[in-house]
């Protein structure tokens, strides 16, 4: 059965590594811009540096795009200045899910090859 | 007060911060502007605490980020807004755009004042620069009237000095010869002849060219051909090429001339060629061509005035084609019959060659002046367009309205930036249209008073490329002044649909930072132009106070040409102008009349190498040059140039064995410093081996001879007889003489009388550059008039606009203030304090323009370095003159609005409420 939505996600593949992180940050939990910022920085092993100027454009299009939104809920510890808190939508989820499947197909295929171990394969 | 995560708000940095955000677009700072401020302060601390390089780059990276996305931002905006607007199919887009310009043409109608107001000043703007680019293209852009003209190239000699030499015969024949860079090499030098038959005698201008000349310039004869080799022989059958212009004017386009004899100098010559129309070379004076006589087998080596033009191979580079020049020139002494001695005599010199395209010798040292003059009126433009910026301004802030009304209804931001746009191109092209004809009306007036120097004038004229200028500026103002108002916040509908004072007054703070940021843009760039044109009008003032040495006021001069006169009958040519200076001294009104082989401040003089008994040189050193002339006694007294020693000539230097000379000042000075010059010796180099010395029996006063910005020229005067060469190898004095008439009356009245006593002595004698003295020195002081009243024009346009700005700032500011000023007044404020206010305010714009003015003045003026005379680039007084005539004028153009301010009735001000 088709999801109707498949083709709206599809558009969005593949996401760029640093877009990818952003949702996957956004995935574990609500959170506001530079949380996601420190999360993306941890996760990817402290290579993925993002500063606000261009995280923000990600975020601009994330928001238009309609895979990430403002979360309504707030922390009980907020503080205002921090700015609004983000989460991601449906289609937000749908996206990442996706990308990660994608991801882990490519990895399967280097399996098949054996790159992963390092010898070639006859 | 801390936050929980422990950081304390920075404010310097924060404030930073919020600058850099401005970058971003109004409807992006909204939405995202806390959360970005928090992160960066967060990644500002993380960077701190990495240190002192991380946290620069930190710093630099930041901005770049703002620029680049803030930017980004704004385009990724307009791109929606625009795809919101634009029509679908084609006939729909041609029909909304003509919707579009036929409601921006019924507003603009309906708004007279700003129409006219805009059209106006724009088309001061336009008009200038159109007017100064159609010359700038003429002279400096449009390429020499040639094939490839690109591949022609002038070939000069340099010094150790850095002077620039021309050819000798014997240069020409080596490089023509040893040369692999040229597809072919010409020389010429310039001169005038005379042409004498049926009635009339004329002198015209001419010009000697190598046969291989017309080839290298690429055009073909229109009748006959071009010289021959042979025919640059000594004792050669004598040709002559003419000008179009003179076949029609003296020959009635005969259709047979070629062929046939005219007489030229006093001898045969047979026409073998005539050049198109069109053909101006090297001046669109030449009249006729004549071969220059080249002796191949013992070719001149003495006279190094010819000028060199080639014509490079194609592919061969400028760069390529000066090494091998100047490697042929390390050679040039291999042709010289002593070659040790001229080896060693180059080498001192450091004699080599340099090699550029030629326009640059025709276009000469003009393209300076030119680009500062249009870089003057770009300026203008600018403030033309600040003015109507401010007038747009103000103009669609009386329409937010309307404009929120329209973005209420879904009209996008695109839609609406589009219809600034085409009401701001309707503007400018009416300005640009208008301008056109404004440069049309003035351009032959601003030619008039151009000097003769501007070369290529005949090229100049409102042609195809600069229609396309015009076109281009008119529509960039358009943008530049069209944009603005969308640039600045479109307001948003619910708040602009309230007609609450609150938000009248938020409004207006913002559009009144614009306007006050272009008023000072404004006075800034009038400053700028003010200083210049200050700085021009003072050297033109010191040059005008130049004493040239003699007295020019009262003096009548012309050109007397004796055809055919040789060192044969130098006597009889001494008698002649003994002569005709007699019969003229007895005219009713003249005083005093003198002839000499040239006038000062006239173009050319002679230089003839001399040597000075009290100083030999040794057998290597190079010889050298100084500015002589002949004259007849008489001369020196009729110029009244003063005499500082000894005597003046008199008649009996003129015959018999007396060698009698006379030198200028300068050169008495330096030579024989604290000494009396009386009876030291000298001679022409060439006469020294004759062991014929000449005494100096007088010192005069220094004359400004080659220009009045130069210093006084060391001059040596002979009497006529004794140095009249042959004219049959390179005449340094021909039969030529000035005359210089010097009547108690003025001496345009002198012009009949004096002509016709000497046709009464002869009819045939050429009598060419009648004019005044006063004329002269006027020419010579022409180029630096030129420029200075173009600029002072340019300034005076430029104060004006930049005034009419600030008037129009301080009157929004009044304007705009009604309440407040209502307030205050109700609150006890005297009408002297409330006008004070005003006051303040628009001087603090005049001030802040004088300040950035004074500071770009700094940056720009040396630009006008070489063209001034005696006057520093920063010099203080003028700079000082200029920003108190800015203050001044600001002053009473703030006055007059801030008066207005204290006519408010409070009552009905603070009724608005």
Redesign the interface.
């Known amino acids: 059965m088709t999801d109707p939505h498949d083709a709206t996600v599809a558009a969005h593949l593949p996401l760029k590594p640093v877009v990818f992180h952003i949702l996957l940050a956004l995935a574990q939990r609500t959170s506001?811009?530079?949380g996601v910022?420190q999360a993306v920085r941890e996760r990817s092993g402290d290579l993925i540096h993002l500063?606000?100027?261009?995280?923000?454009?990600h975020?601009?299009k994330l928001l238009d795009g309609g895979l990430v939104r403002e979360s309504a809920e707030r922390p009980p510890?907020d503080?205002?200045?921090?700015?609004?808190y983000y989460q991601l939508t449906r289609l937000g989820k749908k996206v990442v899910t996706a990308e990660s499947r994608r991801l882990a197909g490519l990895v399967a295929l280097t399996e098949e090859l054996g790159l992963m171990s390092g010898g070639e394969t006859t | 007060m801390r936050?929980?995560?422990g950081t304390r708000?920075n404010s310097r940095c924060n404030r930073l911060f919020n600058w850099l955000l401005l970058a971003y677009p109004r409807s992006?700072r909204t939405?995202?502007a806390?959360?970005?401020?928090?992160?960066?302060e967060?990644?500002l601390r993380d960077a701190h605490d990495k240190g002192g390089i991380a946290l620069a780059l930190?710093w630099i990276?930041?901005t770049l980020?703002?620029l680049?996305?803030g930017l980004?931002?704004h385009l990724s905006g307009l791109r929606r807004g625009m795809r919101a607007s634009v029509p679908r199919t084609g006939t729909e887009q041609v029909r909304s755009i003509g919707r579009e310009i036929r409601h921006a043409n019924r507003r603009l109608v309906r708004n007279p004042a700003l129409s006219i107001t805009a059209v106006l000043s724009l088309a001061l703007g336009i008009g200038a620069n159109t007017a100064i680019f159609s010359i700038v293209h003429g002279v400096l852009i449009e390429p020499l009237p040639y094939p490839e003209p690109e591949r022609l190239v002038g070939v000069w000699h340099t010094d150790i000095d850095e002077d620039r030499w021309g050819h000798a015969r014997i240069s020409y024949l080596f490089y023509r010869e040893n040369n692999r860079v040229f597809e072919n090499l010409g020389i010429f030098r310039n001169g005038s002849t005379s042409l004498t038959g049926g009635d009339l005698a004329e002198e015209l201008p001419a010009t000697w060219v190598s046969a291989s000349l017309l080839e290298v310039l690429g055009i073909a004869p229109q009748l006959g051909r071009g010289f021959l080799e042979d025919e640059e022989s000594p004792g050669a059958e004598p040709t002559v090429v003419l000008s179009h212009q003179l076949w029609s004017s003296r020959f009635g386009q005969d259709q047979n001339i070629v062929g046939q004899t005219i007489h030229v100098e006093g001898s045969n010559r047979t026409v073998v060629g005539v050049m198109p129309s069109g053909f101006h070379f090297p001046t669109p004076d030449t009249r006729l061509w004549l071969p220059m006589e080249i002796d191949r087998a013992d070719p001149d080596r003495s006279y190094w005035n010819s000028t060199a033009i080639a014509r490079l191979r194609s592919g061969v580079s400028v760069a390529a084609a000066q090494a091998e020049m100047e490697a042929l020139a390390a050679r040039l002494y291999e042709a010289f019959p002593d070659r040790e001695n001229t080896a060693a005599v180059f080498e001192e010199l450091q004699l080599s060659a340099v090699v550029h395209h030629f326009k640059e010798d025709v276009v000469g040292d003009v393209s300076g002046a030119l680009l500062i003059i249009l870089g003057s009126v770009g300026c203008v433009l600018l403030i033309a367009c600040a003015n109507v910026a401010n007038l747009f301004l103000a103009h669609t802030e009386g329409r937010r309205h309307e404009v929120a009304l329209r973005t209420a209804l879904g009209a996008s931001r695109g839609a609406i930036t589009l219809t600034f746009l085409s009401e701001s191109t309707i503007l400018a092209l009416s300005g640009g249209v208008l301008g056109l004809a404004l440069a049309h009306a003035t351009a032959p007036a601003i030619l008039a008073l151009a000097p003769q120097q501007i070369p290529r004038l005949e090229n100049i004229g409102l042609n195809g490329p600069v229609l396309l200028f015009t076109l281009a500026i008119s529509l960039l103002s358009s943008l530049l002044f069209g944009l603005l108002p969308s640039l600045r916040r479109i307001p948003s509908p619910a708040g602009a649909l309230q007609s609450s004072g609150g938000y009248r007054i938020a409004g207006g703070l913002r559009h009144r930072r614009a306007r006050n940021t272009l008023a000072v843009a404004q006075l800034t760039l009038a400053l700028v132009l003010m200083a210049g044109s200050g700085l021009m009008v003072r050297s033109f003032q010191k040059l005008h106070d130049v004493a040239p040495g003699f007295e020019s006021p009262g003096l009548l001069t012309m050109r007397l040409h004796l055809p055919g006169a040789g060192p044969a009958t130098s006597t009889a040519t001494v008698a002649f102008y003994q002569t005709v200076i007699d019969l003229v001294r007895t005219v009713p009104g003249v005083q005093a009349v003198g002839a000499a082989s040239g006038l000062p401040l006239e173009e050319g003089g002679t230089m003839l190498g001399h040597s000075f008994e009290d100083f030999p040189l040794a057998e290597d050193e190079f010889i050298p040059n100084y500015l002589t002339q002949l004259i007849l006694p008489g001369y020196l007294e009729t110029l009244r140039i003063p005499l500082h020693a000894g005597r003046y000539f008199d008649h009996s230097d003129l015959d018999g064995p007396g060698r009698a000379v006379i030198v200028s000042a300068p050169l008495a000075e330096r030579l024989w410093p604290n000494q009396d010059p009386i009876g030291k010796r000298l001679t022409p180099a060439r006469y020294e081996d004759t062991g014929v010395w000449y005494d100096i029996v007088g010192v005069v006063g220094p004359v400004r001879y080659e220009s009045l910005e130069q210093p006084a020229t060391e001059m040596i005067y002979y009497p006529f007889a004794p140095l009249y060469f042959s004219p049959d190898t390179d005449p340094i004095f021909s039969g030529t003489l000035s005359l210089a008439v010097r009547g108690n009356v003025a001496p345009s009245s002198l012009v009949g009388a004096v002509t016709a006593a000497i046709r009464s002595i002869d009819l045939n004698v050429p009598l060419t550059n009648v004019r005044t003295m006063e004329e002269i020195v006027a020419r010579a002081r022409g180029r630096a008039a030129f420029s200075t009243l173009l600029l002072v024009i340019a300034a005076c346009v430029a104060l004006l606009l930049g005034v009419v700005g600030l008037y129009g700032v301080v009157s929004y500011m009044v304007s705009q203030s009604t309440r407040e000023i209502g307030i205050r007044m109700a609150l006890g404020a005297d009408q002297g304090s409330v006008c004070r206010m005003f006051l303040k305010q628009g001087l603090g714009v005049a001030t802040a323009g004088i300040i950035l003015g004074l500071v770009g003045t700094f940056a720009v003026t040396r630009l006008l370095g070489s063209m001034l005379y005696e006057v520093s680039a920063t010099d203080p007084f003028t700079l000082a003159a200029v920003s108190f005539l800015l203050f001044a004028v600001a002053l009473a153009a703030s006055y007059l609005p801030a008066r207005r301010a204290t006519r408010v009735d409070p009552l009905r001000a603070v009724g608005q409420l």
């Open positions: 506001h811009a530079y910022i500063e606000t100027g261009p995280f923000y454009r975020l601009r510890d503080d205002r200045r921090r700015g609004a | 936050s929980e995560d708000p992006f939405r995202f806390d959360g970005m401020q928090y992160t960066f967060r990644q930190f990276r930041s980020h703002a680049l996305f980004g931002e």
